[in-house]
């Protein structure tokens, strides 16, 4: 599976923002799905996962209510979209295909997509 993160840019705090991840290569359906960041100088972040069917997800505590993962396999692409862009979510945004649920065994990575968000 090749997986390639956009929609990432320079936002002013407060905004929102959605970020896509479209995947190729095998049935995008067959797997678990996250997103995960990382700041500069910070380790990597596991901000949010999705199930195959899209039914169930998992929020790290850091950004429950403002993040929300969705997919549509019919397009083979993840969404994330950001509400309330505050200087801390500045970061580098990378998805990832795995297998299991909840804990999803990444196997696959994709190239990030840089979130700055200016105060």
């Known amino acids: 599976v090749q997986l390639q993160a956009s929609g990432g840019g320079w936002v002013q705090a407060g905004a929102s923002l959605r970020l896509s991840c479209v995947a190729s290569?095998?049935?995008?359906?067959?797997?678990?799905m996250g997103w995960f960041r990382q700041a500069p100088g910070k380790e990597r972040e596991d901000v949010a996962r999705?199930?195959?069917?899209?039914?169930?997800?998992y929020y790290a505590d850091s950004v429950k209510g403002r993040f929300t993962i969705s997919r549509d396999n019919a397009k083979n692409t993840l969404y994330l979209e950001i509400d309330s862009l505050k200087s801390d979510d500045t970061a580098v945004y990378s998805c990832?295909?795995?297998?299991?649920?909840?804990?999803?065994?990444?196997?696959?990575w994709g190239r990030g997509t840089q979130v700055t968000v200016s105060s």
């Open positions: 999705i199930n195959w069917r899209g039914d169930s997800t």
């Open positions: 290569g095998r049935p995008f359906s067959f797997y678990g």
């Open positions: 990832a295909a795995g297998s299991g649920w909840p804990d999803v065994r990444y196997q696959y």
